[in-house]
């Protein structure tokens, strides 16, 4: 499938709060295929009602994904759970926007932390300063009571500093840190937030019928391979009559 495809894929997922694996995802070939597979994802929960199902993760993904489009102008295409954060999250403002994201989705984010360069730097400085005053040529009890002296001082300066840095923490926990990992680490921070918000967004909503799922599964198709929606029927065939990439 190509980006067309996962790009439907993804539009479709998030206008129904369903998650599609890759390997469903490979085996629709039709516009009635995608309409009987969004169908039985509605009625997981409950086969009697067209529900929509309640996926946290899913649910998670699509808020960040959203806040992360709003804030930072990155294309919704380059963002997929498997995507890196060091590779959607410019370092410049990397502080800022983590500030911004926290507030708009109104969750608690994985702190960011100080560069490793700076840490070690100020791990060597403090080492410098013991073995400075260890170095003094001072007899007896002076050259413990200097070093001792020596350390007490250096200890807040040192935190001063490092306090002053604060513009420089925008390293990410984990430099390998994917989308999906970030997602995963939220929810499990901020569970009864995330399951309340989707709770206030399913309230109140009608159950999905059947023709109304088949009327948004045909205008999603339609926007997102720019075809017209008179073309996107049952039989049609997204590569060889719709022309998907």
Sequence with gaps: MGLDGVELVMATEEAFDISIADEEAWEIRTVGQLEDL????????????HTRPYCLSSFSFYRFRAALQKHAGIPRRSITPTTHLEDVLPSDNRQALWLRLGQELDWKLPALEHPAWLNYSFTTLFV?????ALGL???????VELCVFFGLMAIPLLALAYRRTAPLVTKQPSPSLTVRGLVEGVLSMNFGRIKSQHEAQLKG??????????QMVRRI?????DVELAEVIPSARF???????
């Design 221 to 225: 198709i339609a926007e997102q391979l």
């Design 205 to 214: 909503k009608q159950a999905w019928r059947t023709d109304e799922v088949l």
């Design 128 to 132: 410098s300063i013991v073995f400075a």
């Design 137 to 143: 040529h001072i007899p007896g009890k002076l050259v």
């Design 38 to 49: 969004v169908l039985a994802k509605l009625h997981v929960q409950d086969a009697s009602k």
């Design 239 to 245: 590569i060889e009559d719709l022309h998907m990439d």
